[in-house]
């Protein structure tokens, strides 16, 4: 996490408000890209790792990567979600991360943790080193030098990762095979992935709406405002897997809703501090931190929408663990449906502060939807 601080602090200072948010709109673009790719080559990849050996799978995975990562930069551009300028990096960059994420999933299946969790460390490092590189000894301090130290990271860590890898793509499984790894693969992903893309497009939409409506610049100060968002959800996606653990195992409902009343308590008491922090800030200190004015005000608008977001993790990973996912991705979808409608009416007239009040409507509209199904699916089983 501080790693990754110390990117987007030098990114703030060297690029500037337009070159934030020309490189945040890369960075959706590539985003895009994994998050189609996801659907086979992401965590059903752990599933499937059970029951048939990766040499069973491994054609399809690259196969549908270069798939996603084809359609998904090409459609990107073509919606007006990414610059068209950037189809061609968010496509190679995203095939990358694709591969990158797949690899990733087969150490976690293999049971090397202690490597999964070196590989996200080292392209971290990597990712910042190289942007030292290029910025100061190669001068190349713009939106397509970041694009140029992404590339970099990504290649080194894939091929770290087939290091890590060497000895297991012809590992036997654990189970009886249960039938085509193709078939489950596709099921399986489908059912955890869909949530995650329409989460992720919610999540990332006001850059490309500020980029078509106001234009870069809105978008650069936006991205610095969302990482502050981000940061103050560290707590709830910390844990939210515990909740999906833990749920998934209880013997009973009450004491499933017990397990996740008390996550939830706790991560309401760690996050509010955090949120009345980002709030009480005054605009000097963002200013001074980031190179760049305007952080204050979106971030005090998102308040709302901040304690919402961590509320919405934790139930979305009770509701997984019984095995409710399709509400997930139902109540992302409606939350989209919220931000672009109201950021396309606000954003003219109120630009980063209207995407901020737009993404704490969403947000709170996909909390309340979380909380009632969460409630409901209690009623109906007592």
């Given at each position: 996490?501080?790693i990754?601080?110390?990117?987007v602090l ?5 690029l500037?408000?337009e ?6 709109l ?11 790719a996801?659907?086979v080559?992401?965590g059903?990849?752990v599933?499937?790792?059970r029951?048939?050996s990766?040499?069973?799978?491994i054609?399809l995975a690259?196969?549908?990567c270069?798939?996603s ?6 459609l990107g551009?073509?919606?007006g979600?990414?610059p068209s300028?950037?189809?061609f990096?968010?496509a190679?960059?995203?095939l990358?991360q ?10 976690i ?6 490597e999964?969790n070196?590989?996200f460390l080292?392209?971290a ?7 030292v590189?290029i ?5 190349n ?7 140029s130290a992404l590339s970099?990271?990504f290649?080194?860590t ?5 290091v890590?890898?060497r000895g ?5 499984p654990t ?6 790894a193709?078939?489950i693969?596709?099921k399986?992903g489908?059912q955890?992935?869909?949530g995650?893309?329409v989460q992720?497009i919610t ?8 980029e078509?409506i106001?234009?870069?610049?809105g978008?650069?100060v936006?991205?610095v405002?969302?990482?502050g968002?981000?940061a103050?959800w560290t707590?709830?996606?910390a844990?939210?897997p ?7 195992k ?9 397990i996740t009343?008390g996550y ?5 008491i ?11 800030t ?12 305007g ?9 709302p ?8 993790s934790?139930i979305?990973h009770h509701l997984s663990?019984i095995?409710?996912?399709r ?10 449906i919220?931000?672009l409608?109201?950021?396309w ?5 109120m630009?980063?502060?209207?995407a901020?009040?737009?993404a704490s409507?969403?947000y709170?509209v996909q909390?309340l939807?979380?909380?009632g199904v969460?409630?409901k699916s ?5």
């Amino acid at each position: 996490m501080f790693i990754t601080l110390a990117t987007v602090l030098i990114n703030s200072h060297m690029l500037g408000k337009e070159g934030l948010g020309s490189v945040s709109l890369l960075q959706f673009g590539l985003l895009l890209v994994t998050g189609m790719a996801g659907f086979v080559a992401a965590g059903a990849v752990v599933y499937v790792r059970r029951s048939h050996s990766p040499k069973d799978f491994i054609a399809l995975a690259y196969g549908w990567c270069l798939f996603s990562a084809i359609l998904a930069s090409y459609l990107g551009t073509k919606i007006g979600a990414i610059p068209s300028k950037w189809m061609f990096d968010a496509a190679i960059l995203g095939l990358l991360q694709s591969i990158f994420v797949f690899h990733a999933q087969l150490l976690i299946a293999s049971g090397k943790i202690k490597e999964h969790n070196i590989i996200f460390l080292a392209q971290a490092a990597l990712i910042f080193c190289s942007v030292v590189f290029i910025y100061f000894i190669k001068g190349n301090s713009t939106p397509e030098g970041f694009a140029s130290a992404l590339s970099i990271a990504f290649a080194a860590t894939v091929l770290l990762t087939i290091v890590f890898l060497r000895g297991t793509w012809s590992d036997k499984p654990t189970l009886k095979p249960g039938g085509s790894a193709t078939k489950i693969l596709f099921k399986s992903g489908a059912q955890g992935q869909t949530g995650s893309l329409v989460q992720l497009i919610t999540n990332r939409s006001n850059l490309s709406l500020l980029e078509n409506i106001i234009g870069s610049a809105g978008a650069g100060v936006y991205s610095v405002v969302y990482y502050g968002v981000e940061a103050v959800w560290t707590i709830a996606r910390a844990l939210a897997p515990m909740v999906n653990s833990e749920v998934a195992k209880a013997t009973s409902s009450t004491d499933a809703m017990n397990i996740t009343s008390g996550y939830l308590k706790q991560t309401l008491i760690l996050t509010i501090p955090l949120v009345l922090a980002a709030c009480l800030t005054p605009e000097w200190i963002y200013a001074w931190i980031f190179g760049i004015d305007g952080i204050a005000m979106p971030l005090r608008l998102l308040a709302p929408g901040m304690i919402a977001g961590a509320v919405a993790s934790i139930i979305a990973h009770h509701l997984s663990g019984i095995g409710l996912h399709r509400w997930n991705a139902i109540t992302s979808g409606i939350a989209m449906i919220v931000l672009l409608s109201s950021g396309w009416y606000l954003i003219p007239t109120m630009e980063v502060c209207g995407a901020a009040i737009a993404a704490s409507c969403a947000y709170s509209v996909q909390a309340l939807a979380l909380v009632g199904v969460w409630s409901k699916s209690n009623l109906k089983v007592n």
